[in-house]
Each structure stands twice: as C-alpha cells, then as structure tokens.
Antibody, heavy 119, light 108 residues
Framework: EVQLLESGGGLARPGGSLRLSCEAS????????MSWVRQAPGKGLEWVSG????????YYADSVKGRFTISRDNSGSTLFLQMNSLRVEDTAIYYC????????????WGQGTLVTVSS | SYVLTQPPSVSVAPGQTATITCGGN??????VHWSQQRPGQAPVLVIF???QRPPGTPDRFSASNSGHTAILTIDRVEAGDEADYYC???????????FGTGTKVTVL
C-alpha cells in the first residue's frame, strides 16, 4: 500500500524557517518524480515545487523561488522541502504528491501538514 | 505564467450530468489531469492524460480536451460526487505545474 506521511509543519514567525519531510513507502521511490502542493485555508490547490526521480532537476513556483528548496533522499525514501524567509501568505496545508503519469499526474497524496506563519 | 480557468461552482441534481470546464490557451496541445477533493480530505486523481481513468475511478467520469477547453463530465451524479474538482497540467514554457482555480460541485 502506498503511503506518504508528511511532517515538520507548525508555527513559524515571518522571516523564519521550517523543514518539511515526506516519508514514502509502498512503492519504488527512486522511480518517481515528487511534488509539494499547498492549500491555503479556504483556497484552491497551488503547486509549490517538484523534483525528478533522480533529484537531478528541480522546479519551483514563482511565489517560492529563491526561498524554498526541494530535495530528496532516495536511499531513505524521503522528500524534503526547506522553507526559508517565510511569509504570512505561506500559511497552508502542504501535501506531498507522487507523480505516476508524467508529467503532472499525481496518483497518491499524503494527508498534509499544516504550516502557519504568524507573528 | 499559464492560467487555467474553471467555473467556481456547478450545481446538479442526483442522477443528472455535471460538466466542468477548464479553459487555457491552446490547452488541447497539453496533457490534462483532473483531481477530486472531498471536504477535509487530500485530493484524489480521477482522470489522467486528458481522458484516462486510473484504477478506482468509476466509468461515470469521463473527460476530453481540445482547442482551448478541457472538460470533465460526471454522469449519473451521486451524493458522493460532491467535492471540489481541479484540472492540472505541466506548462513546458514556464517549467511549472499549474492547477486550475477549482470547481465546487454541489449535488442538490
């Protein structure tokens, strides 16, 4: 059974940092691209960042470019999102998603981790 | 950046057909996926590559993509279909994934 378990969310101050993790199981992690997608309270889905299966290429939404860094540990089947210079508007549930149908068909999603940026 | 536009809401009676549009410039040249998000839950993929159903998606769900509009159709709508629906694609030009604005389907 495919499982994606996010962690690392919580409360951060504006300008602060958080590191999200997504532990994957039930599939061959190194074979799949992965992404982070967020959803602000009461709002729609917003793609944040993606990474290819090898980690050789990374992609970012304009809203987070230069502040967030995506990475992965294929030996540990874990996806990461380092979030720096956090802003109030980064407040959202952050989901990790497994890409099955390239490009962009995410067939499994985690349950999400809540990030709140507030002073 | 590439923009995908969906109607904010669609209302449909049980047993009828719901049609959800997703508009984008020359979207017919791109591969479109559709996800369903029930309240309080993570999204679930219901259509990939314009019109393919992943395992578990009922055949009441169908989709097409041509010109400037992709369409998700739900036949014989059930109460359990009440959810938000999002189209999504990869925009090669910007090297970014893009989600549509989302459509809330209400079953009357």
């Amino acid at each position: 059974e495919v499982q994606l378990l996010e962690s690392g969310g919580g409360l951060a101050r504006p300008g602060g940092s958080l590191r999200l993790s997504c532990e994957a199981s039930g599939f061959t992690f190194p074979n799949h691209g992965m992404s982070w997608v967020r959803q602000a309270p009461g709002k729609g889905l917003e793609w944040v960042s993606g990474i290819t299966n090898s980690g050789g290429s990374t992609y970012y939404a304009d809203s987070v470019k230069g502040r967030f860094t995506i990475s992965r540990d294929n030996s540990g089947s874990t996806l990461f999102l380092q979030m720096n210079s956090l802003r109030v508007e980064d407040t959202a549930i952050y989901y990790c998603a497994k890409e099955e149908y390239q490009p962009g068909g995410f067939d499994y999603w985690g349950q999400g981790t809540l990030v709140t940026v507030s002073s | 950046s590439y923009v995908l536009t969906q109607p904010p809401s669609v209302s449909v009676a049980p047993g009828q057909t719901a049609t959800i549009t997703c508009g984008g410039n020359n979207i017919g040249s791109k591969s479109v996926h559709w996800s369903q998000q029930r309240p309080g839950q993570a999204p679930v993929l219901v259509i990939f590559y314009d019109s393919q159903r992943p395992p578990g998606t009922p055949d009441r769900f169908s989709a097409s993509n041509s010109g400037h509009t992709a369409i998700l159709t739900i036949d014989r709508v059930e109460a359990g279909d009440e959810a938000d629906y999002y189209c999504q694609l990869w925009d090669t030009g910007s090297a970014q994934y893009v989600f549509g604005t989302g459509t809330k389907v209400t079953v009357l």
